[in-house]
Nanobody, 118 residues
């Protein structure tokens, strides 16, 4: 599965952005769709996930401001980001985790830059 993120850019503090991750095929059976981010000089950290059953989870830093949504037939996973803060500035990555039999698979996109100005 190839993943391509889009929707990043420059936004003022308090603003909103919507990121999209487009997969090369439909994603009904993909177990977990995740978003991660990596700020300059920092490790990559997980921020949101949605299972193929629809369950969502969020990191404390984004809960209540970000919303992840899967569109399985279209093969897309969106991240709606509201009330953005300068500390949300990072490269945002889409990530899929899946199981096939006893083997696990992971897929990463190339990332999209989000910059929040104060």
């Amino acid at each position: 599965v190839q993943l391509v993120e889009s929707g990043g850019g420059l936004v003022e503090s308090g603003g909103s952005l919507r990121l999209s991750c487009t997969a090369s095929r439909r994603i009904d059976q993909i177990y977990l769709a995740n978003w991660y981010r990596q700020a300059p000089g920092q490790p990559r950290v997980w921020i949101a996930r949605q299972s193929n059953g629809g369950r969502t989870e969020y990191a404390d830093a984004v809960r209540g401001r970000f919303t992840i949504s899967r569109h399985n037939a279209e093969g897309t996973v969106d991240l709606q980001m509201n009330r953005l803060k300068p500390e949300d500035t990072a490269v945002y990555y889409c990530h899929f985790f899946d199981w096939v039999g006893l083997k696990s698979y992971e897929y990463w996109g190339q990332g999209t830059q989000v910059t929040v100005s104060s």
